[in-house]
C-alpha cells in the first residue's frame, strides 16, 4: 500500500471561456476579468499598473489550494504566478536557497537533494507553490522546526504602488510578519532566500495506541528524545473505532547514516490505485472507513524500522488523493488544540459529534511549536494540530449543514483555548476568527494603512476584513 500521510485534496480546476474559476474546493466559482500568467519580473509590475491605471482589484495564485476564496475576486484580474518559477541560486555552505514564488516544493528538492539538502518547514505534499506556502505560513511534520516563518531569511515584495522592497527582520520590517501568513493581501511575494538543513537517514517507529495515552506519549517518548526528528499521528474516523484509536508514526535518527547513499534518490508517486480505491470506499460507506482503517494500521506496522531519508519523508504521495465528484467534494478543516488540552478536547468533540451528519474521513495530528511572529498566528502555544478530511455536497442545503457543523466544532475548539487554520472555506464566522486571531483587527487595519486602494483583495477578506 503506497504511504498514507496528510490528507490534502488535490484537484485540478480549470479556467473556462466565461473567466469562471475556483479553487480545489469547488464550492465558490466566481467570474473574473482575466487570469495573467506572471512569467517575469517586469510583466508582473506591469499587471500591478495596470490595475491600478484601471482601478481593478488583484488577487494572487498558486495552485490554489487555499478552499476559501483567497486567490480569486469578483471581475478582478488573477495574477497566476505558477511560471515565475525559476531557482535562482544553491548555496550549500551557508545552507540557504533562493527562489522565485512560483516554485514548488518539489522543485526545490531536486535542486538540493543532489547537494545532501533538505527543506526545514513545508506542507507534507509537496506540489504547492513557496509563495502559497509563505502566504498561509504553513507549518509541517518537523517536531523541532515550527511555522515555515521561522526558515526565512528575506524576500522581495511587490507593493500595491509597484515598488518592490526588500523584507527582512531588519528591513523594512513591519512587512515581514504581515505578509508572511498575510493570504496575498500585502502584496506580491516575488522571491525569497530559506534556510535549509542537512538531509538525515531516518527509521520508522511506529505505534498503536488510545487517545488518552497521546499526551504522555508525546511529551515523553517524543519531545524528550533527541533522534525523533519527525512525528505524525492519526486519530480514527472509523464508526468502530471512531476518535479512540490512535497510531502514531516516529522518524528518528537512524544510526546507519553510511546507508544514506542507498535510500537518496527521490521517491516518485507509484501505484496508488489501491489507496485512491480505499479512500474511495471511505468516502461512500462507513464500513469502508472500517476497512481502510484495518488497513493502514496494517500497512504502517508493516513499515516499522524501514529507513527513508528526510526529503523523501517530506515527498508524501498525492496522486490518490485526487476526487472529481460531480455533486459532491473534499474539504479540509485544521484545529489547533494546546498540547495539555488534547485529551478532553477529544472527549468533547467526539460527544458534539456523536449525532452529527458528517463524513468524516481522515485526522491526522501534527505538533507545532509556540511562534506567534506572524500577525495571524495559529500556535500561540506549543499545539497540536487536528487536519480532518471531510467529503461533503455541494448544493446550498449541504454547505448550510456543514456549515452548521463547522462553526460548532470551532466552538469546541474555541472552548479549550484553541485556533483553527484560516486557508479553508468560510464556514467559521467573523465572531469565531476574532476569537481565534485576537490581532486580526490589527492585522486588517495594516492593510487598509498599507493597501489604502485595497488593489490586493480577495474573497477571505471581503469576508472577514471589511
Known sequence: MISYTVIFQWVITSTDSDNVISDVGRLMPIKIKKMVKGQEEDSIINTINEAHKEDLKVSIAGKRHSQGGHTYYPDGIVLDMTEFNKVLKVDPVHKT???QSGVTWNDIQRAINPYGLSVKVMQSQNLFTVGGSLSVNVHGRDIRN???IETVNWFRLLKPDGEII????EENSEYFPLAIGGYGLFGVIMDVELQLTSDELYYIKTEELNYDEYENYFKESVLQNDKVKMHLARLS???DTFLQDMYVTDYLISPKHEEYSNHNQLKEDKFTFLTKFLLGLSRDFNWGKDVFWTMQKSFFRDRDGHLETRNNVMRSESEFLEHEGKNDTDILQEYFIPVDKYEEYIDDLRKFLADKDLNLMNITV??????EEAVMSYAKEDMFALVLLINQGMDEKEKKKTGDIIQGMV???LKHSGSYYLPYYEYPTVKQMHVAYPKAEEFFRKKRQ???DERFVNLFYE???Q
Open 97 to 99: 536557497i533562493h527562489v
Open 146 to 148: 515550527g511555522a515555515l
Open 166 to 169: 526588500t523584507v527582512s527582520r
Open 237 to 239: 474516523t472509523a464508526p
Open 366 to 371: 501534527r505538533y507545532v511549536t509556540h511562534n
Open 411 to 413: 466552538d469546541v475548539t
Open 450 to 452: 498599507l493597501d489604502p
Open 463 to 465: 469576508e472577514y476584513g
